[in-house]
């Protein structure tokens, strides 16, 4: 079993849906999440950032941590066409210093009009 | 900033030859990281320096790829022999304490 598991997809949902991706992980150290959205031929970058459970909303983005379950999720309401990409979970136990995250495989998102 | 700056963008060369991949990172920036990227694998992080000194480079497949950093703004990856299992995008990466910030990467293929 991998430290981060996610669902491949292709996720494919109409525009304006509200799409949730989702990670599970087994390494209970983990404390910081990450969220990468990565465009076709490009690299990724970060979209969210949180610490440890509960949420964190930014726009139509939000996060979700339950650490009791090891399970993450990023909510996209009101999704674009834009959206379309892959989307990467991260995750690592300290911060600052060296950053060290383990990634996911990521979800590959498509969003068609 | 520009960000982080990679070279080439798209490299195709013959197994068996040299491939150097090259990475600036973003100024101020002292921890570098080299990933590779694959739909089998997704992306593993194969060695990463921290002030120009590797820390970890565990995930470096085998003695065929190695790693420099010789000052605070240059990084190369380099397969040599290369091999056709090689063929992926590779991603240099610098970061503060809490984001990495990716360049657009190099995508190879060996023939």
């Known amino acids: 079993q991998k430290e981060v598991e996610q669902d491949p997809g292709p996720l494919s949902v109409p525009e304006g849906a509200i799409v949730s991706l989702n990670c599970t992980y087994s390494n209970s150290a983990f404390q910081y999440f990450m969220w990468y959205r990565q465009y076709s031929r490009k690299g990724p970058e970060l979209l969210m950032y949180t610490y440890s459970s509960g949420n964190k909303e930014d726009g139509r983005f939000t996060a979700q941590v339950d650490k009791s379950s090891k399970y993450i999720s990023l909510f996209i309401r009101d999704s674009q066409p834009s959206d379309s990409a892959t989307y990467l979970c991260a995750m690592k136990g300290a911060a600052g210093g060296s950053y060290i995250p383990t990634f996911g495989r990521g979800t590959s998102l498509i969003v068609h009009p | 900033d520009a960000g982080v700056i990679q070279s080439p963008r798209h490299e195709v060369t013959e197994m068996g030859q040299e491939v150097t991949l090259r990475c600036k990172p973003i100024s101020g920036h002292n921890s570098l990281f080299w990933y590779r990227q694959t739909m089998m694998r997704g992306l593993e992080l194969l060695i990463y320096f921290n002030n120009n000194v590797p820390i970890d480079d565990s995930g470096m497949p085998e003695d065929r790829f190695s790693a420099k950093m010789p000052n605070a703004s240059f990084s190369t990856l380099k397969i040599q022999p290369s091999e056709p299992r090689d063929s992926a995008v590779y991603f240099c990466?610098?970061?503060?304490?809490?984001?990495?910030?990716f360049g657009p990467g190099t995508r190879l293929t060996v023939l």
């Open positions: 990466a610098s970061s503060t304490n809490n984001e990495q910030f």
